[in-house]
């Protein structure tokens, strides 16, 4: 089984840019599909966007649909966010998460978390 590692998050100003990464270990994280979620402390935990194991299929929600790209690079078992025109909403600690299955909103119970990183938009 991967484990995760995230990093690249910090504090910026609206409209500025971060890139996170997610770094797997393990030479199976090319079979993984990967999803970057966020929490607000009191809030629920919200899906951000979702890549397939090879790429080919990408979800994004709605908030950030031309903001925010995912990206992967197996060879560096390595998932990216680029977080671009950033608001102070999308303040959250921001984790990703790895699943064998696709992961959709739908999907319950991935199979593993990264520790999580903070991104801090100030407005």
């Known amino acids: 089984q991967v484990q995760l590692v995230e990093s690249g998050g910090g504090l910026v100003q609206a409209g500025e840019s971060l890139r996170l990464s997610c770094e797997g270990s393990?030479?199976?994280?090319?079979?993984?599909?990967i999803g970057w979620f966020r929490q607000i402390p009191g809030k629920e935990r919200e899906i951000v966007a979702t890549?397939?194991?090879?790429?080919?299929?990408?979800y994004y929600r709605e908030s950030v649909k031309g903001r925010f790209t995912i990206s992967r690079d197996n060879a560096k078992n390595t998932v990216y966010l680029q977080m671009n025109s950033l608001k102070h909403e999308d303040t959250a600690v921001y984790h990703c998460?790895?699943?064998?299955?696709?992961?959709?909103?739908?999907?319950?119970?991935?199979?593993?978390w990264g520790q999580g990183t903070q991104v801090t938009v100030s407005s």
């Open positions: 998460a790895a699943d064998r299955r696709t992961i959709t909103p739908m999907t319950a119970y991935l199979e593993v």
């Open positions: 890549i397939t194991s090879n790429g080919d299929g990408i």
């Open positions: 393990g030479r199976t994280f090319s079979s993984y599909s």
